[in-house]
């Protein structure tokens, strides 16, 4: 994720770091899950906290950016973005599969409910900026 948020630009950039929040908003809800530990779901909340405000942020700067664009580019790249989400969060589930299995989550739901997740963002990117981030 390091390197591939240098290269590119800011549009690159926040699409890459929405990656791993997104992946982040789902695995760290399926690791306080997985183990009964109060401090380890303590900490996972507070991590989810940050990670949503980090999306709300992106999100709204994501969507000015894109509000430049023409309608067929910013399609495309969205349709782009969600492409290397998906191809982000197989690997990653596939490479967490073992906490995975602790929650009781398939990989599959794992991917579907990050791909979700991307959906709704996108859709909500391609509306425009908004002060409330509802699709989280």
Same mark, same amino acid.
């Given at each position: 994720f390091v390197a591939l948020r240098h290269v590119g630009g800011l549009r690159r950039e926040i699409c890459v770091l929405l990656t791993a929040e997104l992946i982040a908003l789902s695995y760290y809800r399926v690791? #306080?899950?997985a183990y009964e530990d109060?401090?380890?779901a303590a900490a996972c909340?507070?991590?989810l906290l940050d990670e949503r405000?980090?999306?709300a942020f992106h999100r709204s700067t994501l969507s000015?950016?894109?509000a430049g664009m023409a309608p067929a580019a910013r399609t495309a790249s969205v349709l782009a973005w969600r492409a290397f989400v998906?191809?982000?969060v197989k690997v990653v589930a596939l490479d967490?599969? #073992?906490v995975l299995a602790l929650a009781g989550v398939s990989r599959r739901e794992f991917e579907r409910e990050v791909r979700g997740r991307a959906r709704r963002l996108a859709d909500a990117v391609k509306r425009g900026p908004v002060e409330e981030p509802a699709w989280i």
């Amino acid at each position: 994720f390091v390197a591939l948020r240098h290269v590119g630009g800011l549009r690159r950039e926040i699409c890459v770091l929405l990656t791993a929040e997104l992946i982040a908003l789902s695995y760290y809800r399926v690791l #306080a899950q997985a183990y009964e530990d109060p401090v380890l779901a303590a900490a996972c909340e507070r991590i989810l906290l940050d990670e949503r405000g980090h999306v709300a942020f992106h999100r709204s700067t994501l969507s000015l950016e894109f509000a430049g664009m023409a309608p067929a580019a910013r399609t495309a790249s969205v349709l782009a973005w969600r492409a290397f989400v998906a191809a982000t969060v197989k690997v990653v589930a596939l490479d967490h599969r #073992a906490v995975l299995a602790l929650a009781g989550v398939s990989r599959r739901e794992f991917e579907r409910e990050v791909r979700g997740r991307a959906r709704r963002l996108a859709d909500a990117v391609k509306r425009g900026p908004v002060e409330e981030p509802a699709w989280i």
